[in-house]
Nanobody, 122 residues
Framework: QVQLVESGGGLVQAGGSLRLSCTAS????????IHWFRQAPGQEREFVAA????????YYKDSVKGRFTISRDNAKRTAYLQMNSLKPEDTAVYYC???????????????WGQGTQVTVSS
């Protein structure tokens, strides 16, 4: 199983940008599809974006399309989530997760990292 560590969160004003990183250790990173989820206080964890093994296909939650971009560098064992035009409603703890295929339901995962906090001020 691959272990993932998220980083890059912070406090940013509305309209600003952040780039999150998801760095892997353990089994081969390139054999997993990588996903980003987020969880705001009092809300369920929700799917944000995903990328397939080779990086040729990406998937997004409707509300982040055109603002967020997921990418991966298999040589660096790292995936990224570039977040532009951030809105206060993007405030959440962001988690990355790995699966053998694209899995957008959070119930499909049992292990989560510590996540990284993103706070967007208005």
């Amino acid at each position: 199983q691959v272990q993932l560590v998220e980083s890059g969160g912070g406090l940013v004003q509305a309209g600003g940008s952040l780039r999150l990183s998801c760095t892997a250790s353990g089994r081969s990173f390139s054999t997993y599809a990588i996903h980003w989820f987020r969880q705001a206080p009092g809300q369920e964890r929700e799917f944000v974006a995903a990328i397939n093994l080779s990086g040729t296909n990406t998937y997004y939650k409707d509300s982040v399309k055109g603002r967020f971009t997921i990418s991966r560098d298999n040589a660096k064992r790292t995936a990224y989530l570039q977040m532009n035009s951030l809105k206060p409603e993007d405030t959440a703890v962001y988690y990355c997760a790995a699966a053998m295929s694209i899995t957008v339901r959070s119930s499909g995962y049992t292990d989560w990292g510590q996540g990284t906090q993103v706070t967007v001020s208005s």
